[in-house]
T-cell receptor
């Protein structure tokens, strides 16, 4: 079973609307959680990184939340734009471990 | 300042051939990791190198090998290519030490197609 599960698998939203992506993880002991945006055929680009003590972090129209007790994170996109169409990948790392656990990504399509 | 660079951007090979992919990390970064990303899936960890030594290996067959050079650039080699090796191969660099991965910066990837 994957240590990082993301939902929904894919999402179509209208331009200008908001959406929220979910990430649940079982990685332990937890070190940090990252959200990446990956355009089709390109490398992932970091949006946010959160450690255990942080429960919210924003990067422009992207806001990530973290609940380390329930091992859940969300990425909220505000006022979506066509350029937000991409895969959003949740990545979790464990303490003292140089491995990262990747989710399969949330595929977001923004339509005009 | 240049980010992580990878070459080539695209590559087409036939089954049984060998391929070498190259990665140059961000200046000052000593750690390079390689990932395989099949269409529709998240990246799968292949290798991590730090200070020219292998620090981690994912669940990939021995056909996959890598090395890191004194300038911290890296090569990923795949022998006896199979159709299933078709994927986007991502390289990521970080300032990580031996026990922490740090923030990883990804390159644009090399799209490998095996026919």
């Amino acid at each position: 079973k994957n240590q990082v599960e993301q939902s929904p698998q894919s999402l179509i939203i209208l331009e200008g609307k908001n959406c929220t992506l979910q990430c649940n993880y079982t990685v332990s002991p937890f070190s940090n959680l990252r959200w990446y945006k990956q355009d089709t055929g390109r490398g992932p680009v970091s949006l946010t990184i959160m450690t255990f003590s942080e429960n919210t972090k924003s990067n422009g129209r992207y806001t990530a939340t973290l609940d380390a007790d329930t091992k859940q994170s969300s990425l909220h996109i505000t006022a979506s734009q066509l350029s937000d169409s991409a895969s959003y990948i949740c990545v979790v790392s464990a303490c003292g471990n140089n491995r990262l656990a990747f989710g399969k990504g949330n595929q977001v399509v923004v339509i005009p | 300042d240049a980010g992580v660079t990878q070459s080539p951007t695209h590559l087409i090979k036939t089954r049984g051939q060998h391929v070498t992919l190259r990665c140059s990390p961000i200046s000052g970064h000593k750690s390079v990791s390689w990932y395989q990303q099949v269409l529709g899936q998240g990246p799968q960890f292949i290798f991590q190198y730090y200070e020219k030594e292998e620090r981690g290996r994912g669940n990939f067959p021995d056909r996959f090998s890598a090395r890191q050079f004194p300038n911290y650039s890296s090569e990923l080699n795949v022998n006896a290519l199979l159709l299933g090796d078709s994927a986007l191969y991502l390289c990521a660099s970080s300032q990580a030490g031996t026990n922490s991965i740090g923030e990883q910066f990804f390159g644009p990837g090399t799209r490998l197609t095996v026919l």
